[in-house]
């Protein structure tokens, strides 16, 4: 294994799992819901009306935090090295799966683990196995 220290970003990776964890904390705190970015969106599936609106914030928030970043000066670059076919099949699969592990990496990975769930590191070794066996299979394989 090899870093590609060309594109390695310790502080921007930092600062972004800040982000996160404060974004968790504070939805624990002041909402009293766990950050899980696949429950947050499947809510909008069958919304109760009590719970939509800050569903439709957060999703908002998502989209529209790379354009703020824009803004204020920051660069971002996105390089998908798939087709649009396999990026659709990508996340249809990770939204099926998703539902099958009753959650996402946020949910399980970030909100699970801090709370010593059981479920949620099962959950997150599993996603981590499977990611570590597909990018192994799609470089040396296919």
């Known amino acids: 294994m090899t870093i590609d220290w060309e ?3 310790p502080w921007m990776s930092l600062a972004g799992g800040l982000v996160l964890g404060l974004a968790a904390a504070l939805l624990v705190l ?3 819901r766990i950050l899980g970015v696949s429950g947050i969106v499947g809510g909008l599936l069958r919304p109760q009306r009590s719970d939509i609106g800050w569903r439709l914030a957060f999703i908002a928030g998502m989209w529209t ?6 803004l204020l000066g920051g660069h ?4 998908v090295d798939a087709s649009g076919v396999m990026v659709v099949l990508a996340g249809l699969l990770v939204g099926i799966g998703t539902r099958y592990g009753s ?3 946020s949910g399980h990975g ?5 709370r010593l769930s059981p479920r949620s ?3 997150t070794a599993a996603f981590m196995g499977a990611g ?3 990018v192994w299979v799609l470089r040396h394989i296919l």
């Open 30 to 32: 002041f909402n009293g």
């Open 132 to 134: 570590f066996v597909s």
């Open 110 to 114: 970030v909100c699970g683990l801090s």
């Open 76 to 79: 971002i670059t996105t390089q």
């Open 7 to 9: 594109h390695f970003t």
């Open 103 to 105: 959650g996402c990496t």
């Open 121 to 123: 590191l099962t959950a």
């Open 65 to 70: 935090a790379p354009l703020a970043y824009s």
